[in-house]
Nanobody
Framework: VQVAESGGGLVQSGGSLRLSCVAS??????????MYWYRQPLGKQRELVAT???????TYADSVKGRFTISRDNTGNTMYLQMNSLRPEDAAVYYC?????????????????WGQGTLVTVSS
């Protein structure tokens, strides 16, 4: 399974952007479980922004609650991050991660698939 993000760009403070993440290569033996958005501001550590399970349960970092919305399409292979009321401190490279459930005879193994990231710049 491979994941790829898109939708980053330059936006003014207070503006909005929608990021997308497409997970490709899933099959009956390798399905997408939970998906995540992370971000890494320049010179800082990567941090978890939001998660969404295969059943649609969502969690958010306190810093984005009420401003960002995570969602998935009906196939479960495409994830979005709607970002509203953007602030300069939201500027970062945003990464998508998919937790892939690999079904084998002995049971299920989980592996992580990361995207390359998409840059979000917020001007003040």
């Amino acid at each position: 399974v491979q994941v790829a993000e898109s939708g980053g760009g330059l936006v003014q403070s207070g503006g909005s952007l929608r990021l997308s993440c497409v997970a490709s290569g899933s099959s009956s033996s390798a399905s997408i479980d939970t998906m995540y958005w992370y971000r890494q501001p320049l010179g800082k550590q990567r941090e978890l922004v939001a998660t969404i399970t295969s059943r649609g349960y969502t969690t958010y970092a306190d810093s984005v609650k009420g401003r960002f919305t995570i969602s998935r399409d009906n196939t479960g292979n495409t994830m979005y991050l709607q970002m509203n009321s953007l602030r300069p401190e939201d500027a970062a490279v945003y990464y998508c991660k998919a937790l892939v459930a690999v079904h084998i005879i002995e049971g299920t193994n989980y592996v992580e698939a990361w995207g390359q990231g998409t840059l979000v710049t917020v001007s003040s």
